[in-house]
């Protein structure tokens, strides 16, 4: 693994944060949010925030924007420094000129952080509108050329396109030139390539690297994932509960962590190498799926359309106990080929046998009793339970709909609540009580206490922390082996899929690329696709938690395509 | 665009049919005898069967729907019972002034009333926002005819600047127009404001949260900027919504106000008909209002796509 070893320490300061307090707003004896930080970055610099969510990473960029939401945060205290100008006493006005001329945003969902009405040309032209007095065809030109910079593709086009007729990286894309059009001294970057594929955020990463050195731009950039932080930095600050806790050139980091805190990070990071599979079993598959086939669209009143074959030809089978994972990209069917098998959606062609009983046609009304056998888990544990309803009714409903007394379900719930660890008065709270990784436990316990033969885990250890993510694919594993469930598990992540699964499934455009089991597809990829995924997960050389470099890289001989 | 334009006028179709059978079905089913209701409790049995030869209500249900319904179709709705004129003429006569005042109270309301929504959104938890809401509460409470008098009495009695009463077609010149038109605007308005003041406010307080509004600001652009080009274009679709529907409900809603300002619109033109039992002119209201909404909905769903590129039709 090769990391960043340049010297900065001759380069100017750009920013300079000292002891910099935020806390709630007209709360200044209330627990604060940021507790007297200290942070410095050079021109030319990548300094990488990382901690779990809630550590104070976000709140940290905001502060140094000026961006706090004045109803619920102010600074407290501190400095934040930005080549001599001091931030925390500026003027609104000020701050507006201080944006996108010397301090620059990009945030994490490329998605939402657009104007979904106004054209992405017009929305990079605004900023010189705003800071600069360039006529409007000058400005046109100047955006013409930053839209050229990274590297978008038939400008003249995307410029007058909206938001959403852009890719997730070419939306991405337009964010950086936002962001860079002005040449600021520092960009900010939060979470940047979170929402991407990981072939997309190789890319991103690049194009910033990219910039960086053509501009000689300091970043700071925010994110959770380690991976990212071993390809990019120069310099790395862990962050717990509003402090940080440790501050280091990024291979002292890696190699030699001083803090508890750090290792616990770092050990919790899942390694790329996959897992033993587990001993094939004898029993006959739980499910079967023959050739399923699903084309959303192509109806239309006055001619048929095309439609979108959103799977096709796709052939697998999971016996009892263990666990099949599908793998693949945005938009490579992996999430259609779940909804089919749960029924969530009609497939249009192709058989699901579950539990001996061909699904696929059966009318709603006969499917009902089926259900039982299928459960699913979401991804993201705050919108998947009722808000409204106790734990324990979530956890009752479904038994007692399938003719399960109201005591006996209750007994259930509560050894279920053991089983997923957590205390029995549980039962009468509400979601909102609980973190993120407890709700995700709530809900595995939900989907368990149908007694399925069928687990499916859609994305669901996605939304999580990588120290929770460990446990709950502990207590994935807890589960399966306790009831002999079979899981089919969707994830993008393949460092998930290293650790979790027995067989994995590569997907792409709605088709399967390579089927096999995981030491074989993971280790030794004979699909492009497959191994341009593999190279393309950050820091896939580097052992986390072992502190120390992969002794054999996963992968990859030869070229890639 | 052109095709789904087309689409949706074909399933008005259905829609305005069973209006239609409605409407025909209000005089043939009403209990008695509707000959008897239309000729009065002084009829004699001459006269009635004169009315039920006139009507054809000695035909089967079918052939009546079917010739009344051919009529209509050619715009042929009958005659008034009481003044016995062409309900088509006389009800496009009445329509002018209500349109006029109702479009003239939607151009008043969405003036005051998103800007108040927006400046409260922006200002959400002050005095400002507060302030607005009250307005809005007002705005709901009192009565139409409350208002109408309290501006009468204030603006035509007391300052003497409009006439108390009436009303003058814009054809009339346009300062008779307004001058007779803006208390009965005013009036309806308020109720309007306060409708449209709300939606504003809490379409925007939820654009606001959004993340593009966050990335607006980090480019450093001016509040003003941030608050109406890139939050309330993408605010827009529920406004839209409720000023069609409450243009809609004003075109059948103006009753009280135009007796109030004794305007000769389609408000007094229902009640009368209604206290003098004129079928065929309550026929012609009910086509009409029901025509109105469609059209109006329509209207709305298409504007959507003007604000909302993401929308396509």
Redesign the interface.
């Known amino acids: 693994m090769k990391f960043k070893t340049r010297d900065l320490s001759t380069a100017q300061r750009v920013l300079k944060i000292r002891k910099l307090k935020v806390g709630l707003t007209g709360r200044p004896d209330a627990q604060p949010v940021l507790n007297e930080i200290d942070l410095d970055i050079r021109a030319g610099e990548t300094h990488c925030l990382v901690g779990e969510s809630g550590s104070g990473k976000s709140v940290t960029s905001l502060a140094t924007m000026g961006l706090l939401p004045k109803d619920a945060l102010e600074v407290q205290g501190g400095l934040i420094d930005l080549e001599g100008f001091e931030i925390t006493n500026a003027t609104a006005a000020q701050m507006r000129d201080l944006r996108a001329q010397r301090v620059a945003m990009i945030f994490q969902e490329p998605m939402t952080a657009l104007n979904p009405v106004l054209r992405v040309g017009e929305q990079i032209e605004e900023v010189l509108n705003m800071h600069t007095d360039l006529s409007k065809s000058e400005a046109k030109a100047r955006t013409i050329d930053i839209m050229e910079q990274v590297h978008l593709p038939d400008v003249q086009r995307v410029y007058s396109a909206f938001p959403h007729q852009l890719s997730g990286g070419q939306r991405q894309r337009i964010m950086i030139a936002m962001a860079l059009v002005l040449d600021p001294d520092l960009l900010i970057a939060d979470e940047p390539t979170t929402a991407l594929d990981v072939t997309t955020q190789l890319q991103i990463l690049k194009l910033i690297e990219e910039m960086q050195e053509r501009h000689g731009t300091a970043v700071l950039f925010i994110t959770h994932d380690m991976g990212v932080v071993a390809e990019i930095a120069d310099t790395v600050s862990v962050m717990q509960k509003g402090e940080i806790v440790e501050s280091a050139p990024i291979r002292e980091l890696l190699t030699n962590p001083q803090k508890d805190y750090t290792r616990k990070l770092l050990k919790a990071v899942p390694n790329l190498a996959p897992r033993p599979a587990r001993a094939v079993s004898e029993k006959d598959a739980v499910l079967n799926v023959d050739r399923l086939e699903m084309t959303y669209g192509g109806g239309g009143w006055f001619r048929k359309s095309e439609g979108v074959r959103a799977a096709r030809d796709v052939t697998f089978d999971i016996a009892p106990g263990r666990t099949l994972g599908i793998v693949g990209e945005s938009g490579s069917g992996k999430s259609t080929v779940a909804r089919c098998i749960m029924r969530l959606i009609d497939p249009t062609g192709g058989e699901v046998t579950v539990a001996a009983t061909e699904i696929s046609r059966l009318s709603r009304r006969n499917l009902q009793s089926h259900r039982k056998h299928l459960q699913i888990v979401f991804q993201d544990p705050y919108r998947s339970l009722n808000p409204r309803w106790t734990v324990a009714r979530s956890l009752c409903e479904g038994p007692i709909n399938f003719g399960t007394p109201k005591s006996e379900a209750m007994e259930r719930a509560a050894e279920l609540m053991e089983l997923v660890d957590l205390p029995k008065d549980a039962l009468d709270r509400y979601p909102h009580q609980f973190s993120g990784g407890q709700r995700q436990r709530i809900a595995i316990a939900r989907a368990v206490a149908m007694k399925p033969d069928l687990l499916v885990a859609d994305e669901a250890v996605s939304a999580l922390d990588v120290s929770v993510q460990a446990q709950v694919l502990d207590l994935l594993d807890d589960v399966q082996d306790r009831f002999g469930i079979a899981m089919l598990f969707i994830t993008h992540d393949l460092r998930v899929a290293a650790q979790i699964c027995d067989d994995v499934l590569v997907m792409q455009k709605g088709q399967v690329v390579e089927q096999g089991p995981a030491a074989a597809v993971l280790a030794n990829p004979r699909h492009d696709y497959t191994r341009s995924l593999i190279e393309a997960a950050p820091g896939r050389h580097w052992d986390f938690a072992n502190f120390r470099a992969l002794e054999r890289a996963p992968a990859v001989e030869g070229p890639i395509a | 665009m052109f ?1 789904y334009i087309l ?1 949706r006028l074909l399933a008005t179709i259905p829609v305005l049919l069973i209006v239609a059978v409605f409407v025909f079905l209000l005089l043939r089913l009403t209990p008695g005898d509707p000959a008897a209701i239309l000729a009065g409790d002084a009829a004699t049995p001459a006269q009635l069967e004169r009315i039920r030869d006139r009507l054809g209500l000695n035909d089967p249900l079918l052939v009546q729907f079917v010739t009344w319904f051919g009529q209509m179709l050619k715009g042929d709705l009958g005659t008034s019972l009481i003044s016995n004129t062409d309900v088509v003429d006389m009800v496009s006569d009445r329509l002018g002034p209500t349109i006029n005042i109702a479009l003239m109270t939607i151009v008043i309301s969405v003036l005051l009333a998103v800007p108040m929504g927006v400046i409260a959104a922006w200002r ?2 002050t005095w400002i926002d507060f302030a607005v809401m009250s307005f809005s509460v007002l705005g709901f409470s009192v009565p139409v005819f409350v208002i109408g008098y309290i501006l009468i009495q204030i603006f035509a009695i007391e300052l003497r600047w409009v006439p108390v009463q009436g009303y003058a077609s814009p054809s009339d010149g346009i300062g008779a127009f307004f001058s007779r038109a803006i208390l009965p605007s005013l009036t309806l308005a308020t109720i309007y404001v306060a409708l449209i003041a709300r939606m504003t406010r809490a379409s925007m307080l939820e654009v606001l949260g ?3 509004i ?9 509040e003003n ?1 941030v608050l109406f ?2 939050a309330l ?2 605010a827009a679709v529920p406004i839209l919504t409720i000023i069609g529907t409450g243009f809609a409900l004003l075109i059948s809603g103006v009753v009280v106000t135009e007796s109030v300002f004794n305007i000769p619109g389609i408000g007094r033109l229902t009640v009368d008909a209604i206290l003098a039992r004129d079928y065929p002119v309550i026929q012609a209201m009910i086509l009409l209002t029901a025509g109105i909404y469609v059209l109006v909905n329509l209207i709305v769903d298409v504007s959507y796509s003007f ?4 929308i396509r039709y």
Not at chain 2, 214 to 222: C, D, H, L, Q, S
Not at chain 2, 307 to 310: L, M, S, T, Y
């Open positions: 095709g689409k959400h938890r959004e993340d593009y966050r990335t607006a600001r980090a480019k450093g652009v001016r900027v080009r890139h274009r993408n604000f909302d590129p993401r």
